[in-house]
């Protein structure tokens, strides 16, 4: 949506572009907007062969900017799609003007303790049929997703129909999300951002670190590690009434903050002082 200078914006797992429907719009009015779904989430192909590591998600995103006639842009980056921005600056760092990393998976910290038991429950044969039945609950799918915010009222009936039904749709999808799953408890996927730490500290771009302060999946000890090991970072800006899903949480708050720091790369005196 919308024409200007282009925001690529980066999902997180195991959510889908939906995350980002209260952002897109006034993202849109200053830039043009760019949102993919991941591989392996939302509405891409379901194909069981495929592999959904993040050397393939950063190279589905490069041909997606080639496709798109788009050489570099702004990006947003939460959860999983933050962890592909990490790979992004050290594989193709040009590719990168500006980025802003909500709420991501980082370093050897993925997947977080609180979700671990979930991904195993999803991905073990025998246990998994029974969570696929037991998420057709709405009950199940709120006490499942809350987690991810701070009020509970955001997770609407609309949020939840669209978060739940990218999985339960067919058994196929179902599928794709267990191998979605698998590859992110693989040891070796999990190591490449740690294997990325180098390259982020070599980035000297305008980078915002902005973050949902109430992350039970990943706390602001991450956030300011992040600040720390970036050099291009200008500071952290705390979302203060979010947890996981600062986006939809605080969208107005959030739009506001990524449209400043993306206009004219400045952002709150507060949030230069929590670097401090």
Known sequence: EGKGEPVILLHGCPFSVFEWHEVVPLLAKHFRVIAPDLLGLGDTPVRLNDDYRLPQDVRMVTELMDRLGIRSARFIGHDHGGAILQLLMLRDPD???MAILTNVEAYDQWPSKPETGDLHLIT???TSPLVFAALHSRSVQRHLYSIAVVNQS???DETLDAFASEHLATALRWQRLRRFFASQLDPANNHLTQDAVPAMRRFTKPVLILWGEKDTNFGPAIAKRLAR???GTDGISWL????HLPMLEEPQKYAEVAYRFFNDGTI???ARM???
């Open 95 to 97: 590719r990168i003007e």
């Open 124 to 126: 073990n044969p025998v």
């Open 154 to 156: 955001t997770l609407t």
């Open 229 to 231: 090991d970036i050099p």
């Open 240 to 243: 203060s009434n979010s947890a």
């Open 268 to 270: 709150d005196q507060d």
């Open 274 to 276: 929590a670097l401090a």
